[in-house]
Structure formats: structure tokens, C-alpha cells
């Protein structure tokens, strides 16, 4: 892939967020129906229900510096986006701000044709320093990679539909006329790759 994009990450519990300037490596967008699976006696072919589906995505960036300056401003970004990772306690209180990340800046990922972006909850998230290209290091203690790759693997929080209204708007946006009351429990337009 290789084309440069401003790949955002929204902790959602808290509005905090990190951008990164970065040369997308690779991506990976899988949807995987939850299916369960009868057989009967008097039927030759089983009977499968669908429960559901879920939405796995993963990607790898890298992440170039090219001065000080920016080796010191993304090792920052990199500690946030990591620290997004684990839920925070209020004091005194027992639950937990949840560890959401909304991921913006990708244009083939969307929660649909008007949103730019897709909720997750990220399941891994794996950086390598690019040791073959060298390290900036300015003084005695700081070290930091030329080249940096991360890896991320989440899996999409998917939307629900809000009301029938909405539907019907999106719907007679797209040109599409319904007869009978929408059944969907996701958007029309989710996902979306435009």
C-alpha cells in the first residue's frame, strides 16, 4: 500500500487522542458470520442460524523521524496510544472507564457512508523498531529508531440503528424505498468503503 495517511486514535472514554503521519504496510478487514449448526434426523441438510457477525480488522503503519523534534513528539503518541490500552478506575468508585478506541484517518475504514470512522476495541497492539535503518541519538540516554512500525489488530464495535426516521432518510438518500418496518439491528450503509 504504502500511500501516507494521518491515522487518528480516540480513546473514547476520555476524548483523549494521538495522531500519527504514517505509510500504511498493510490491511486486513474480515467479517465473520457467528453461526449455529442443528441437524435432524429428517432433514438432509442441517439447519443453521446466524446469531451474528463480527468485524475483525488489523493493520501496520510505519512511522518515519526525521529529527529530534519528531522522534521525541511520536515517542509520546506512541506511550498514549498505549496507555489507551488499559481501563482507568475512578477513585472510590469501582468501575472502570473503558479502553475504546475510535480509529479516523483511514478512508477504507468506516462505520458508514457518512462517518469516518469505526469504533473498536483493540485486541493487540505490537511495535517494531526498524534497527537496519539506524537511531537518532541526541544525547547520552535518548535513542529512538529512524523507522517504526506498529501492528494493530482490534475488533469493530458495530453501530446500532437508532430509529426507523433515520433509516428511512438514508434509505431515500440511496434511493431505496421500504415497504415494511426495518428489521436490521445495524445502519444500512454499515460498513461502508467509499
Not at 487522542?17 to 457467528?34: E, Y
Not at 475483525?56 to 529530534?68: A, C, E, K, P, T
Not at 482490534?154 to 421500504?178: F, K, N, R, V, W
Request: charged fraction near 20%; proline fraction near 7%; glycine fraction near 6%.
Amino acid at each position: 500500500m504504502g500511500k501516507n495517511y494521518i491515522v487518528t486514535f480516540k480513546h473514547v472514554a476520555t476524548g483523549h487522542s494521538v495522531s500519527f503521519p504514517a505509510a500504511i504496510q498493510d490491511f486486513s478487514d474480515t467479517h465473520t458470520p457467528d453461526t449455529n449448526e442443528q441437524t435432524f434426523t429428517s432433514q438432509m441438510d442441517p439447519m443453521i442460524q446466524q446469531d451474528g457477525t463480527a468485524r475483525n480488522i488489523s493493520f501496520s503503519f510505519v512511522i518515519g523521524n526525521s529529527s529530534v523534534d519528531e522522534a521525541r513528539y511520536n515517542q509520546q503518541s506512541v506511550n498514549l496510544l498505549l496507555q489507551m490500552m488499559y481501563p482507568r478506575y475512578d477513585y472510590g468508585d469501582k468501575t472502570a472507564v473503558g479502553s475504546y478506541i475510535e480509529i479516523s484517518g483511514l478512508s477504507f475504514l468506516k462505520d458508514s457512508s457518512t462517518k469516518n470512522s469505526t469504533k473498536c476495541f483493540i485486541k493487540n497492539i505490537s511495535y517494531q523498531l526498524g534497527t537496519e535503518q539506524g537511531f537518532i541519538t541526541p544525547a547520552p540516554g535518548e535513542l529512538y529508531p529512524i523507522l517504526l512500525t506498529i501492528s494493530i489488530s482490534a475488533q469493530a464495535l458495530i453501530p446500532e440503528s437508532t430509529s426507523i426516521h433515520e433509516i428511512d432518510t438514508i434509505l431515500e438518500a440511496m434511493g431505496e424505498d421500504l415497504e415494511e418496518p426495518w428489521r436490521q439491528p445495524y445502519p444500512p450503509t454499515y460498513p461502508s468503503y467509499k
